[in-house]
């Protein structure tokens, strides 16, 4: 088992959420690799309010020390009007420099794949200074869900998967000579 560290990210917080079924399934493909180790980090656990409202040092500083342990991410996110969630776009601020010189992948969802919130994140990740990885599965909510809510992905996913983690292993791998 390699001693990376990889954060499985889920990009919502509301209630009825399918984030938690996705990262479940790409943790289980991820697990069976034995690579790295992978855990699901919800952004929803750190009740983060919205940066500079109020005095939030106790959450930014347990959600920064569990940024900074990781040695890369996959992102799960979901499309909300063409983008991201705010709450992980809150998030990504919170930790701004915990993000730095590390990789990640991402896994979205939405009508068309979650392809518009999927590069939207890509352009935030750049200013963080993530090197995203180029392979991205994309699931649609009319063939990889029932009724918008349960999780039922096709076969054909498991290959992406299994390429962006295979990029994002060697990305995490190299930026972790970085200083």
């Known amino acids: 088992m390699s001693d990376l560290k990889i954060g499985i990210i889920l990009g919502s ?8 079924q996705v990262g479940e399934w790409v943790k289980s493909i991820a697990d069976k690799r034995g690579d790295a180790q ?3 980090v919800d ?35 979901q499309e909300y009007n063409h983008s991201i969630t705010g709450a992980l776009k809150n998030a990504l601020d919170y930790a701004r420099e915990a993000w730095n010189n590390k990789a990640a992948g991402i896994v979205s ?15 935030i990740l750049g200013e963080l200074l993530v ?25 054909l996913h498991l290959n992406n998967v299994n390429e962006m983690l ?13 200083l």
Not at 113 to 123: D, Q, S
């Open 13 to 20: 917080t509301r209630e009825g959420r399918v984030s938690p």
């Open 38 to 40: 992978y855990e699901i």
């Open 43 to 77: 952004i929803k656990d750190y009740n983060l309010p919205l940066l500079g409202e109020v005095d939030a040092t106790e959450q930014a500083t347990r959600w920064n020390n569990t940024i900074a342990a990781l040695d890369g991410f996959v992102f799960i996110t």
């Open 109 to 123: 969802y939405g009508s068309v794949g979650g392809a518009r919130a999927a590069e939207h994140l890509r352009g």
């Open 131 to 155: 090197a995203d990885v180029r392979v991205h599965p994309a699931l649609s909510l009319f063939t990889d869900f029932v009724n918008g809510s349960e999780f039922k992905p096709q076969d």
């Open 166 to 178: 295979d990029q994002l292993i060697r990305w995490s791998k190299a930026l972790k000579t970085v």
